[in-house]
T-cell receptor, first 117, second 113 residues
Framework: GAVVSQHPSRVICKSGTSVKIECRSL??????MFWYRQFPKKSLMLMAT?????????EQGVEKDKFLINHASLTLSTLTVTSAHPEDSSFYIC?????????????FGNGTRLTVT | DAKTTQPTSMDCAEGRAANLPCNHS???????VYWYRQIHSQGPQYIIH???NNETNEMASLIITEDRKSSTLILPHATLRDTAVYYC??????????????FGSGTQLTVLP
């Protein structure tokens, strides 16, 4: 089945530094990937839609200059949290859909736990 | 996409069937019902989806009422590893680019030994 790999699974960084999270579709090509954020005991919230070869689409309230998304190939999207602050600490999850059809399910990575100290 | 309503939490005895309900009374004719689950500190895992007919795979069965206003996910023999938050999501089929999933609060299923 379709596999989405996310790296790293955990990262701790200091305030003011930037962190890059990678999302790869291992056995399929994904023209579109989605980035979600999840706070403790809360549901997933969509942050942005990553489109291969073009600019990402951000949800309302998500700062595009803070959460930089690059989707340079059909199998890789990256999310960079720039100038991280403690309030950016969260669980970040990416997802992608294989080309099995318009109703094929989205597949999710295992998430990245970001802690900003 | 249509809104869904699920119970906040449910318990189930290990080895018994877990029946998770979902209401989607405003569902339209071209919207599919998807079920995902999220085990603690992991990404969501796809379980099953359907449009009108009941569906079954190696993980679960999906029963959709005739009027499509509600559905039930059935885990036939729940194990402790099935303890997770289960999300019922209704989404329009989209031709061309993928569409995101909108997650509600889900149902916390706890399988008890």
């Amino acid at each position: 089945g379709a596999v989405v790999s996310q790296h790293p699974s955990r990262v701790i960084c200091k305030s003011g530094t930037s962190v890059k999270i990678e999302c790869r579709s291992l056995d399929f090509q994904a023209t579109t990937m989605f980035w979600y954020r999840q706070f403790p005991k809360k549901s997933l919230m969509l942050m942005a839609t990553s489109n291969e070869g073009s600019k990402a689409t951000y949800e309302q309230g998500v700062e595009k200059d803070k959460f930089l998304i690059n989707h340079a190939s059909l199998t890789l999207s990256t999310l960079t949290v720039t100038s991280a602050h403690p309030e950016d600490s969260s669980f970040y999850i990416c997802s992608a859909r294989d080309a099995g059809g318009v109703n094929s399910p989205l597949h999710f990575g295992n998430g990245t736990r970001l802690t900003v100290t | 996409d249509a809104k869904t309503t699920q119970p906040t939490s449910m318990d189930c005895a290990e080895g018994r069937a877990a029946n998770l309900p979902c209401n989607h009374s405003t569902i339209s004719g071209n919207e599919y019902v998807y079920w995902y689950r999220q085990i603690h500190s992991q990404g969501p895992q796809y379980i099953i989806h359907g449009l009108k007919n009941n569906e079954t795979n190696e993980m679960a069965s999906l029963i959709i009422t005739e009027d499509r206003k509600s559905s039930t996910l059935i885990l036939p023999h729940a194990t402790l590893r099935d303890t997770a938050v289960y999300y019922c999501i209704v989404r329009v089929a989209s031709i061309g680019s993928a569409r995101q999933l909108t997650f509600g609060s889900g149902t916390q299923l706890t399988v008890l030994p």
